[in-house]
């Protein structure tokens, strides 16, 4: 059993990130769903991203982040979605973390304020190939810092166009085929 640290997207604590959190349950994993919103949930992007703006931005997300990470046990896993992959990378710059799992999100290194990926922290990034938010440049620059810092990375793609394609609460976005395929592989991953 693993400790999981599970960060949501900038839409808060939706369906997809419930989904997720069940899933790592039912694998044997203690997840700890980190909700740095409270509680609060948004529909549109535009309103996750003004909500984010509000409550300080990117500084505030990265101390809440690192103090919601605090009282757990080094080895832990964290797994992240959208801007909740930062956040799951994030910590892995910070301390010892066992497994990265990013979902729609993974961002280059200098945007997490550093240059160096521990290199023993193996990754598995997951994204669609039109992503509306993550264009196919910015992921391929996320994937070439890790690899120039030794990490162990597998990068894998999905055929889509929505962003939170996990999430069954979004139907304009969610692919149930690749969600079960995405989760088949993390769970193998995290094992």
């Avoid at 992240?80 to 979902?103: D, E, K, M, W």
């Avoid at 264009?135 to 889509?160: I, K, N, P, V």
Wanted: proline share 5%; glycine share 8%.
């Amino acid at each position: 059993m693993t400790q999981i640290a599970l960060f949501h997207s900038v839409l808060g604590v939706r369906p997809g990130v419930l989904d997720a959190r069940d899933r790592l349950t039912a694998a044997g994993h203690n997840v700890t769903v980190i909700d740095h919103y409270d509680g609060r949930v948004f529909d549109t992007y535009d309103d996750g991203f003004a909500y984010l703006k509000e409550i300080g931005g990117p500084e505030v997300l990265t101390q809440r982040t690192l103090e919601a990470v605090a009282g757990l046990p080094d080895g832990l896993a964290t797994v992240g979605f959208s801007n909740g992959a930062a956040a799951a990378a994030l910590v892995a710059t910070q301390r010892s973390v066992s497994r990265v799992v990013l979902i729609s999100g993974p961002i280059p290194m200098e945007m997490l304020g550093t240059h160096v990926w521990p290199a023993t922290t193996p990754i598995q990034a997951h994204a669609v190939d039109e992503d509306p938010f993550d264009d196919r440049e910015t992921l391929e620059s996320f994937a070439a810092d890790l690899r120039s810092a030794g990490a162990q990375l597998e990068m894998l793609w999905y055929h889509g166009k929505g962003h939170l394609f996990t999430d069954p609460s979004l139907p304009a976005e969610y692919d149930a085929e690749a969600t079960e395929l995405l989760w088949e592989r993390a769970l193998r991953f995290l094992r």
